[in-house]
Structure formats: structure tokens, C-alpha cells
């Protein structure tokens, strides 16, 4: 509370940018392709196509400004296990359960979240 017994605070904001794609398919939709998040929420990040059942594999990533593109995840529906490398999984849950789409989550959004988001099948 301030001095006149109001309450003050702050939504703090990011940015992430979302882009899919799949290798030689150009029917792919992403959901959302710019978001706005509150530090401390979840976002969630969707990418499907419809082009074919063969595209088992999905690759997410994520380029912060100023900096080089890094791997978060690699998932595939032919494993339940998908590799993380250095990221936490449990910031970056991920679903794969069928060969046209996946998501990606990152959980408790900070500021450090703001980046662009990639995912490759």
C-alpha cells in the first residue's frame, strides 16, 4: 500500500516470438506468433501442420536478443523421454504425442524469458 492506502503494483511484461516451421511443408500454423506475458505466468506455445504423418521429430529453440540460437528441446513420438541437453524441464514442458504438432511451455515467465521461439520438425 502507498501513502494513501492504495495499492501500487507493477504487470511486468515480455515479449517472445514465435516461429515454426517444417522441413518442405509450407501448410504449418503456429499459435501465438507474438505473446505478451506476465512475469510469473505460464505460456504456452503450439505449432501444427498437415501436411504428413512422417514428421515424428520436433526441435524448439530460442534466440535471445543479441545472442546466438540455442536448443531447449528435442522431442519425438517415437520416445516419451525427450532430450532437454542443458534446459530444465521443468521450465520448458513440452507435449509430442502425435507427428503434426507439439507445444512447448515455459512455466513461471521471467524476464529473462524474452526471446524468439522456434520450433523445427
Known amino acids: 500500500l502507498d501513502k494513501n492506502g492504495k495499492n501500487n503494483y507493477m504487470i511486468y511484461c515480455l515479449y517472445?516470438?514465435?516461429?515454426?516451421?517444417?522441413?518442405?511443408?509450407?501448410?504449418?500454423?503456429?499459435?501465438?506468433?507474438v505473446l505478451m506475458a506476465a512475469k510469473g505466468s505460464d505460456v504456452q506455445l503450439n505449432c501444427t501442420?498437415?501436411?504428413?504423418?512422417?514428421?515424428?521429430?520436433?526441435?524448439?529453440?530460442?534466440?535471445?536478443?543479441g545472442q546466438p540460437?540455442?536448443?531447449?528441446v528435442f522431442t519425438s513420438t517415437l520416445n516419451s523421454k525427450h532430450d532437454y541437453g542443458d534446459s530444465d524441464p521443468n521450465?520448458?514442458?513440452?507435449?509430442?504425442?502425435?507427428?503434426?504438432?507439439?507445444?512447448?511451455?515455459?512455466?513461471?515467465?521471467?524476464?529473462?524469458?524474452?526471446?524468439?521461439?522456434?520450433?523445427?520438425?
Open 16 to 33: 517472445i516470438y514465435f516461429l515454426c516451421s517444417v522441413a518442405g511443408i509450407s501448410d504449418v500454423s503456429q499459435v501465438p506468433s
Open 49 to 65: 501442420h498437415k501436411k504428413s504423418s512422417t514428421f515424428v521429430q520436433m526441435y524448439w529453440y530460442r534466440q535471445r536478443p
Open 69 to 72: 540460437m540455442t536448443l531447449i
Open 91 to 121: 521450465k520448458f514442458p513440452v507435449i509430442k504425442t502425435v507427428p503434426e504438432s507439439g507445444s512447448l511451455t515455459v512455466n513461471n515467465v521471467e524476464s529473462d524469458d524474452s526471446a524468439v521461439y522456434f520450433s523445427s520438425g
